[in-house]
T-cell receptor, first 114, second 115 residues
Framework: GENVEQHPSTLSVQEGDSAVIKCTYS??????FPWYKQELGKRPQLIID?????GEKKDQRIAVTLNKTAKHFSLHITETQPEDSAVYFC?????????????FGGGTRVLVKP | IAGITQAPTSQILAAGRRMTLRCTQD?????MYWYRQDLGLGLRLIHY???????GKGEVPDGYSVSRANTDDFPLTLASAVPSQTSVYFC??????????????FGPGTRLTVL
């Protein structure tokens, strides 16, 4: 089945700096790659996603890039703010033949220092 | 109801007891999922259902069962709880059309402690 590796497990950045989280996946049939943000004690919430026919997607201060050949995708947060402090999860989706499931990475705890 | 709800919010349970966690969504999503999240770790899929009447096993199904009698409800049952099942349980739903996958919405979670 699909395996998703996420790095780093923790990331500390100064407010205003950029943060980058990287994920790799194993199943070349994966076709959808969402990123979730989970604040302390809250539920995970989608912040951005990318489909396999797109190489890059931006939404204000966040962007995601996808390299299908290398089977890796990354989350970029620019001009970080204290409210960006949270745990971030990447995920990969395989299609109907594999059960229409998401496989999550282990998470990255991001701390933005004021 | 708006979105996806779970009950109870939290529960302390004696080992060996039976427990059912409830999940209901009103978005008419065809797919539903149960995850567990242990302290400091990621989300692990327990069971899933792509449509009413069907279920499948995820990464960590042992000790858990599910049913999907209708579109809206997806209860998770622990037949005989053990301390290792202490965790936060999240239910989620999504609208999967053919192979076009869409956002997975999560419920607020149930914090379960098994003593």
């Amino acid at each position: 089945g699909e395996n998703v590796e996420q790095h780093p497990s923790t990331l500390s950045v100064q407010e205003g700096d950029s943060a980058v989280i990287k994920c790799t996946y194993s199943d070349s049939a994966s076709n959808y790659f969402p990123w979730y943000k989970q604040e302390l004690g809250k539920r995970p919430q989608l912040i951005i996603d990318i489909r396999s026919n797109v190489g890059e997607k931006k939404d204000q201060r966040i962007a995601v890039t996808l390299n299908k050949t290398a089977k890796h995708f990354s989350l970029h947060i620019t001009e970080t703010q204290p409210e960006d402090s949270a745990v971030y999860f990447c995920a990969a989706h395989v299609g109907k033949a594999a059960g229409n499931k998401l496989t999550f990475g282990g998470g990255t705890r991001v701390l933005v220092k004021p | 109801i708006a979105g996806i709800t779970q009950a109870p919010t939290s529960q302390i349970l004696a080992a060996g007891r039976r427990m059912t966690l409830r999940c209901t969504q009103d978005m008419r999503h065809n797919a539903m999922y149960w995850y567990r999240q242990d302290l400091g770790l990621g989300l692990r899929l327990i069971h899933y259902s792509n449509t009413a009447g069907t279920t499948g096993k995820g990464e960590v199904p042992d000790g858990y069962s599910v049913s999907r009698a209708n579109t809206d409800d997806f209860p998770l049952t622990l037949a005989s709880a053990v301390p290792s099942q202490t965790s936060v349980y999240f239910c989620a739903s999504s609208d999967v059309f053919r192979d076009k996958y869409n956002e997975q919405f999560f419920g607020p979670g149930t914090r379960l402690t098994v003593l």
